[in-house]
């Protein structure tokens, strides 16, 4: 009864800005799970209607956070936001660096003025504002900062180690270039991680909607297994069964490698890899503890897209995803 009367006094209207990528996908389906009436807002809605096929949810337009009244328009209402806009893997509408901070600024004036209920708000693990301003990890903590001082809002920040899953930019990438050649470079090799489950990550920070003790807090969040970059890559290889070499990696070759994106020989690095792990991202936060959940084991998650499956068992769990009859399941 509690948490109901919790969830009535929240609300359940919910916007969400930046979750077109690798974590908003899997936040917005939590949300679409757990029966939130979620509006997604981007640039070019026609790109992302696919994101329309998860239940209450809608792909709504907001040209640019410039545009103020059409801002505040767009949380007019809006119980809980999700902010997503650190996320570096939203493709064509990822907001610059140098853009960033003003956006938030923007963002948190415009829930102000609209009396915005609850805050959800991605930043990272490390993110200090002992860093540099023109290092990543100055800027989310900028960011950061913006957030947690939205008026009238209870606010939770959620910094999350290294995020994995199908389609990330670490393991995926590194499941890439062993399938080009038994040679596995990795970049930063010895920045230690706590690796999660995207997955898991998205129905911890859902689930926090309704969680008195999260709110006004920054919250650690990782996986149980501590580990470096290329401890993580040496899992994959032997997940794939693989006889391959890892080598590290320097900043330099990895930064060119960087540069020339799909030109590149070298399949495992990529610029938002450089941006975020250049520094250990671990902590002695429990998961389970926080959010009444034991996260998935590295091995299970990296396994589920690293073997390949047949194709009919796949078809089978997206069915299943949707919310399919069992018995519908050919």
């Known amino acids: 009864m509690l948490e109901s009367n919790l969830k009535r006094k929240i609300g359940n209207k919910v916007s969400v800005f930046g979750g077109t990528g690798f974590v ?6 939590a ?12 640039r070019r809605p026609e790109r992302y209607r696919d994101f329309a096929l998860f239940p209450n949810t809608k792909v709504a337009k907001l040209a640019s956070f410039d545009e103020t009244e059409a801002l ?7 119980d809980v936001v999700v902010n997503l806009t650190t996320d570096r893997l939203t493709g064509p509408e990822m907001i610059e660096e140098a853009d960033l901070v003003q956006v938030n600024q923007k963002l948190k004036s415009a829930m102000e003025t609209a009396g915005v209920k609850r ?23 900028e960011v950061d900062g913006l957030m947690h001082g939205v008026m009238s809002a209870d606010v939770t920040i959620f910094k999350p180690s290294l995020l994995i899953g199908e389609g990330d930019d670490t393991t995926a990438r590194f499941i ?20 999660l489950w ?23 969040v990782a996986g149980e297994e501590r580990m470096t970059l290329k401890s993580l890559g040496e899992l994959v290889i032997e997940i794939m069964q693989k006889e391959a070499v890892v080598f590290p990696m320097c900043r330099l070759n990895a930064t060119i490698m960087s540069k020339l994106g799909g030109l590149a020989p070298v399949a495992s690095v990529s610029k938002t890899q450089l941006q975020m792990l250049r520094h250990d991202m671990v902590t002695d936060v429990d998961f389970s503890s926080l959010f009444g959940f034991v996260p998935s084991s590295m091995e299970r998650v990296i396994a589920s897209y690293a073997v390949p499956h047949d194709i009919r068992t796949r078809y089978n769990y997206y069915r299943k995803e949707a919310g399919r009859n069992a018995e519908e399941l050919a």
């Open 119 to 141: 805050v959800l708000s991605l930043s990272q693990l490390g993110a200090s504002s002992d860093q540099p301003a023109c290092e990543w990890t100055g800027l989310v903590a």
């Open 198 to 220: 995207v997955v898991d990550f998205a129905k911890a920070l859902v689930k926090s909607i309704e969680q008195p003790e999260t709110f006004g807090q920054k919250i650690e």
């Open 176 to 195: 890439q270039q062993l399938n080009r050649m038994s040679v596995l470079m990795v970049a930063q090799s010895e920045t230690l991680v706590q690796p």
């Open 72 to 78: 505040n328009t767009t949380l007019s209402g809006v």
């Open 31 to 42: 949300l679409s799970k757990a029966g939130y009436d979620i509006t997604l807002w981007v």
């Open 24 to 29: 908003g996908r899997e936040v917005v389906n």
